[in-house]
């Protein structure tokens, strides 16, 4: 059980347009879920919280306009990058918690910025 | 201050011995939940093991165990005959109890294991 998905599993765009990354719970209901950056041989940096039917709270340095992110229910949140540069070519890693002390991670997507 | 440190950026070890990655935390919160993760290649983020402050016995998840010292606020990992399949990065992990679900990480140590 806790399986978590995205999609796409990989993106590759041009400059300027815009990029929807899905994150769904498969075999649970994630009360939150957890937007992540990570760059090369780096730590994941957390991006932003959200929970269900609330709006997302974003860390510190984050552009809340321009990572979109909308958890519509308890198995999915998407995180949109818009208008997307190429310094926005990173992995993009979701999770998902239903509970404190659990947080369940999905397998990434790594986007490229053309 | 670092909520989570990690001072190995590398470790090695031959295969079938023990190797210990690191890990120190920083908090004041009497309740907080200490994870480990292993990161391969390919991204995906595993969960390896859980230890929580008001455990009384350290950890223990098959090869993986925990070395929960908690005057010391340390909580290494300790993996016992290491295999090949071994070699990621892993990152260490605390989620503090008064602070919602976010979780503070590491920067992690990555290991190589030689056969």
């Known amino acids: 059980g806790a399986v978590v998905s995205q999609h796409p599993s990989w993106v590759i765009c041009k400059s300027g347009t815009s990029v929807k990354i899905e994150c769904r719970s498969l075999d649970f209901q994630a009360t939150t879920m957890f937007w992540y950056r990570q760059f090369p041989k780096q730590s994941l940096m957390l991006m932003a919280t959200s929970n269900e039917g609330s709006k997302a709270t974003y860390e510190q340095g984050v552009e809340k306009d321009k990572f979109l992110i909308n958890h519509a229910s308890l198995t999915l949140s998407t995180l949109t990058v818009t208008s997307a540069h190429p310094e926005d070519s990173s992995f993009y890693i979701c999770s998902a918690s239903r509970s404190p002390y659990e947080q369940y991670f999905g397998p990434g997507t790594r986007l490229t910025v053309t | 201050a670092q909520k989570i440190t990690q001072t190995q950026p590398g470790m090695f070890v031959q295969e079938k011995e023990a190797v210990t990655l690191d890990c120190t935390y920083d908090t004041s919160d009497p309740s907080y939940g200490l994870f480990w993760y292993k990161q391969p290649s390919s991204g995906e983020m595993i969960f390896l093991i859980y230890?929580?402050?008001?455990?009384?016995q350290n950890a223990t998840e098959g090869r993986y165990s925990l070395n929960f010292q908690k005057a010391r606020k340390s909580a290494n990992l300790v993996i016992s005959a290491s295999q090949l399949g071994d070699s990621a990065m892993y990152f260490c992990?605390?989620?503090?109890?008064?602070?919602?679900?976010?979780?503070?990480f590491g920067t992690g140590t990555s290991l190589t294991v030689i056969p």
């Open positions: 992990a605390m989620r503090e109890g008064g602070t919602g679900n976010q979780f503070y």
């Open positions: 230890q929580g402050s008001y455990d009384q």
